[in-house]
């Protein structure tokens, strides 16, 4: 090991471990010692009010009832696609990752517009609740329907990688031995599907306790209140003064969160049946006379969760105000010039999420690519445990992340006596925090593909460490890096959870000032900014799309 | 130009016997030395010790007159100068033919002229001129495998490390590189260790073979020793494919011994040493001929290879290769009389 690579070694572990481990670390003590020695009076007073109580009564139904929906619809779906002869399979799975890729709260403001009173296209046809009444969408049936659609990608994927597990030939010698499609599902694909399924629902639960977007929209006007919108209540109706008491909630909601992920994980251990096996099974079940008319039910379906929330959002955008109907002659694209011009904290949320984003993205690839060299090539323990630490802070919910960064950084930095609190850079550095193993999984995999011999050569021809990085490793993992760099930007460019409870004025994302427009009633610019966000995403995709090939397999979720 | 050498030298991979145990070897100043052993007997490791990208666990490694490794001291790859040859090829799929060959040079800050000068003639030693801007995606096997020699070439190192170069080419592609490495060795004079699996490679280019079972190098010898006085049955079974046949010795003299094997008296070369009583011996298929009084084998199987007929011949569970002449003729299930003309006295057990 040369000087170069120990003093990257150095940085790096310095990096992850004050990103990542310190401020879970210092949420825990608070929870166990807020006033510096053990002391867990807060813990036990917050857990034994009603109002925490009803939080997790409802987060526990909203967050199970949502994940029982995923299940269904992502398993369905996969089988859908994976064994039956049903066409356009790809653009079918486009536009069901789709809902995973759009942030949740863009999500439920559109269905709200969608559904609501105020709905431009049901009243356009006359189906609008009449005004007045409260949109059918809030409680917890709209909350969870909509986390139960947000989430079934993340169980339509964990299914479709485990039957690229299931190897044909099993499938063969049961056709073979004369079993009937539905018989062949039963028996054994479905078995040996066990830990795909228990992958995919655990991600998906641990996801659904933790969204803010959906029950901050659906829950909040109906006073139904999930722990992580009581979080948000609490900090933002009483400020720092309640950092002890929302810590506790945040552990309870990370203690939940790993129940739901150790049984996860248990439940895969118990029966892993991988079988190894070079073809997957294709068997192309013919759906028959049944195939128009499954086909035409996925279609509506799709265009009942993609086309209509979008187009009522779209409308929402381009209307004059609420309430006015729609027609050709009125539509106007003031909302839009409002939000990109006049409005000061839209602007600023603009440029705010880019750069954020962006610089986010930019640091976390350049750390992710001699992170994984040094984790999985030289087997660095410190960095190997640190890539561990680095999962918590994004599988945990994003609100613990985001209590534990006020917990650090409320006080000005020690020795340079720099506050980062109240400045973008509180949020900066919980984006680091969270999205580094966004950037770091896809590299890794990227590496797992690389002949090794590649930078001995380079080695042995007597380049050091920095010169290997700079012309060697970068650029093998360059399609790698810019993936997991692509990921982080559309996540953290649609991210509410984190920004809502650590933003301030002249700190505000594009998600807060959409949520603030939409908790004040301006539906209409809170749509204009909506449709702008959908419209970066998309464009993201696309370029993701244009890297094509040369990622490895898996990396973009919503490419085959 | 370098001597190598290792002493006591091992290396254990966790939970595992050491893939190399304990070698002592010493490469001789501009000497071409094969490594020769079965897959999985730890030459790939022997050679990453001396190229410094695994760290022994014990021992001490020297190349010229610079301990290269030794307990805590430990000179990292890249400042031991020593170039290496991958069965892979390992060249940058990012880089042109052109930068992967000057890559060397990039590294020690060698630009401009000089830069352009050292890579052409690098080239052209190994026929590639006119390949500068080939990505290695748009070459053959045969090609990577000569940029991957020019890119080792250009480095002008004393000490050049091969492992299996050749594996993943074909038969004919073989034969014309290995005349390239010789060529090669002849021009640069450095030391060269070439690991392979192939004893024909071995035998054919190598001034000393080393072979390797087990992590341990049972013989080192020239070519030709090895092949006439195997030290055990592992290297007579492994080069030439020789028949390890149990006998008695019954009485050494003056560099023959008269050995009782396969029911027969015959005389068969020995070490000076050679103790008597129950011995193995390494009978290879210029040693046996067709005759009509020795041990009668059954012919089990048979190949026709061009100047002559392979035969299998099988006796009391010995398993004889032999070569038949176009003159002789031998169909399966003939018997055939065994005349044993010659033969080794293996010195020791496995
Ligand atoms: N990095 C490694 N980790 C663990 N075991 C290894 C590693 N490299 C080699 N080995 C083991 O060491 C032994 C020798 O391997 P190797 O040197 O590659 O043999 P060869 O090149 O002769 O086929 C094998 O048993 C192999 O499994
Ligand atoms: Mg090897």
């Known amino acids: 090991m040369d000087g170069g690579e120990k003093g990257v070694r150095l940085a790096l572990v310095g990096f992850v471990s004050l990103i990542a481990l310190v401020p879970m670390l210092r949420l825990l003590w608070e929870g166990v010692a807020p006033a510096g020695s053990p002391d867990l009076s807060i813990v036990i007073e917050t857990w034994t009010r009603s109002a925490t109580l009803r939080a997790l009564r409802n987060t526990l139904v909203t967050g199970i009832g949502g994940t029982l929906l995923a299940l269904i619809l992502g398993t369905g779906f996969a089988l859908l696609v994976a064994l039956t002869d049903i066409r356009a399979k790809a653009a079918l799975v486009f536009s069901f990752i789709l809902p995973l890729v759009i942030a949740p709260q863009v999500t439920a403001f559109a269905w709200m517009q969608a559904f609501g009173p105020n709905s431009p296209l049901l009243g356009a046809l006359g189906l609008a609740p009449p005004l007045g009444t409260r949109n059918p969408l809030v409680g917890p049936g709209g909350i969870i329907l909509l986390l139960g659609l947000h989430h079934a990608p993340l169980v339509f994927l964990a299914v479709r990688a485990g039957l690229r597990l299931v190897p044909r030939d099993l499938v063969e010698a049961a056709q073979a031995a004369g079993a009937a499609p539905m018989t062949i599902l039963r028996t054994v694909i479905l078995p040996l599907l066990g830990p795909a399924l228990a992958a995919g629902t655990g991600l998906s639960f641990v996801s659904a306790i933790g969204n803010f977007g959906i029950p901050a929209l659906l829950g909040i006007p109906g006073g139904y209140t999930v722990l992580v919108t009581l979080v948000y209540q609490r900090l933002a109706g009483f400020g720092p003064r309640v950092l002890p008491e929302v810590a506790a909630i945040g552990l309870g909601l990370a203690a939940l969160a790993i129940i739901g992920l150790a049984v996860q994980r248990w439940r895969i251990r118990r029966d892993d049946v991988r079988v190894v096996s070079l073809a997957a099974t294709t068997p192309g079940w013919r759906l028959g006379t049944w195939r128009p008319v499954v086909e035409a039910s996925v279609w509506v379906f799709m265009g009942l969760i993609l086309v209509l929330p979008f187009a009522a959002l779209i409308a929402t955008s381009i209307v004059p105000a609420i309430g006015v109907e729609l027609t050709w002659e009125r539509m106007t694209f003031s909302h839009y010039a409002y939000v990109l011009w006049d409005y000061a904290a839209a602007r600023r949320a603009f440029v705010n999420s880019f750069v954020l984003a962006g610089l986010a993205a930019a640091v976390l690839m350049m750390a992710a690519v001699p992170l994984a060299v040094l984790a999985d090539w030289r087997r660095s323990r410190a960095i190997g445990f640190l890539a561990i630490a680095a999962e918590f802070p994004y599988a945990l919910p994003g609100v613990v992340l985001a209590i534990a960064m006020i917990l650090v950084l409320l006080k000005p930095l020690p020795i340079i006596n720099l506050s980062l609190y109240n400045t973008v850079w509180i949020i900066f550095a919980a984006y680091l925090a969270r999205f580094l193993t966004l950037a770091w999984r896809p590299v890794s995999a990227g590496l797992a593909q690389v002949d090794r011999s590649l930078e001995e050569a380079a080695q042995g021809a007597g380049a050091s460490f920095i010169f290997r990085l700079r012309t060697v490793i970068y650029p093998l993992l360059a399609p790698a890096a810019v993936a997991g760099a692509i990921i982080v930007f559309l996540t953290a460019f649609n991210e509410l959870t984190v920004s809502a409870l650590l933003w301030s004025s002249g700190a505000e994302t594009l998600g807060v000032v959409l949520f603030s427009l939409d908790q004040s009633g301006e539906s209409t610019g809170a749509a204009a900014i909506a449709v702008l966000t959908v419209i970066a995403t998309l464009a993201l995709m696309g370029v993701g799309a244009a890297l094509g090939r040369r990622l490895p397999q898996g990396v973009l979720p919503w490419r085959p | 130009m370098a001597t190598v050498s290792l002493a006591t030298v091992s290396r254990r991979f966790a939970a595992g016997s050491a893939a190399v145990d304990a070698v002592d070897l010493d490469v001789r100043h501009g000497e071409f030395l094969a490594v020769l052993g079965p897959s999985g007997s730890g030459k790939t490791t ?69 830069y352009a000068d050292r890579v052409a003639k690098a080239l052209n030693a190994v026929g590639l001129t006119g390949y500068e801007t080939r990505r290695p995606a748009e070459l053959s096997g045969g090609q990577r495998q000569r940029v991957a020699l020019a890119r080792c070439l250009v480095m002008e190192p004393a000490v050049v490390l091969l492992d299996e170069p050749l594996a993943n080419l074909d038969v004919h592609l073989r034969a014309l590189l ?173």
């Not at chain 2, 290879?305 to 290769?321: C, F, K, N």
């Open chain 2, 46 to 114: 022997l050679l990453r010790l001396v190229a410094g990208f695994e760290r022994p666990d014990a021992g001490r490694i020297t190349i010229g007159d610079r301990i290269v490794a030794d307990g805590p001291l430990f000179v990292p790859p890249e400042a031991r100068r020593i170039g290496m040859v991958f069965q892979s090829y390992a060249l940058w799929p990012h880089m042109d033919v052109r930068r992967n060959v000057g890559y060397p040079l990039a590294v020690q800050g060698i630009t401009g002229a000089a």
């Open chain 2, 178 to 350: 290995q005349a390239e490495f010789t060529a090669f060795h002849r021009a640069t004079g450095a030391t060269m260790i070439y690991v392979t699996h192939d004893q024909t490679e071995a035998l054919g280019l190598a001034d000393r073979v080393a072979v390797m079972d087990q992590g341990r190098i049972v013989q080192l010898a020239s070519p030709e020793e090895l092949y006439r006085a195997p030290l055990t049955p592992m290297v007579a079974r492994f080069v030439g494919r020789g028949a390890v046949i149990p006998a008695i010795v019954h009485t050494v003299h003056n560099g023959r011994a008269d050995v009782e094997v396969l029911g027969r008296r015959a005389q068969l070369r020995v070490a000076p040493d050679q103790a008597t009583g129950a011995a193995l011996v390494c009978l290879r298929p210029e040693d046996l001929a067709v005759g009509t009084n020795g041990p009668v084998a059954r012919v089990a199987r048979k190949a026709f290879q061009g100047s002559h007929v392979a035969i299998e011949a099988r006796l009391d569970g010995a398993v004889l290769p032999m070569h038949l002449g176009p003159d002789q003729a031998a169909a399966l299930g003939d018997t055939v009389g065994i005349d044993i003309r010659d033969g080794w006295v293996i010195p020791a057990r496995d």
